[in-house]
């Protein structure tokens, strides 16, 4: 069993940046690809970025390629998620994921979630 918490949501002006972190419980978490999605009001959640079990690969959606960062600290059993010149269109509840397996790249498998941060992007 895995328990993710969120952290590092809130409210920022168009073209700021945030850090999300992921705190992780279970020893096994250096063995699980990572990942973050959104869901945004109305809409289906999305894949935003994954990272595999050592931090060698990872993937991000196209629409936040160059401007967020997914990066993993496994001794300290987080994964973190930083944004940069965000936008409106990111306004959304971000969620961290964990898979069973190694990776986390699309088409991703997630058997964990967090409860959620909500990220407010004012324009």
């Known amino acids: 069993q895995v328990q993710l918490v969120e952290s590092g949501g809130g409210l920022v002006q168009a073209g700021g940046s945030l850090r999300l972190s992921c705190a992780a419980s279970?020893?096994?978490?250096?063995?699980?690809?990572m990942g973050w999605f959104r869901q945004a009001p109305g809409k289906e959640r999305e894949f935003v970025a994954g990272?595999?079990?050592?931090?060698?690969?990872?993937y991000y959606v196209d629409s936040v390629k160059g401007r967020f960062t997914i990066s993993r600290d496994n001794a300290e059993y987080t994964v973190y998620l930083q944004m940069n010149s965000l936008k409106p269109e990111d306004t959304a509840v971000y969620y961290c994921?964990?898979?069973?397996?190694?990776?986390?790249?699309?088409?991703?498998?997630?058997?964990?979630w967090g409860q959620g941060t909500q990220v407010t992007v004012s324009s």
């Open positions: 990272i595999s079990w050592n931090g060698g690969s990872t």
């Open positions: 279970g020893r096994t978490f250096s063995n699980r690809g």
């Open positions: 994921a964990a898979s069973r397996l190694l990776t986390m790249s699309p088409p991703v498998r997630t058997d964990y």
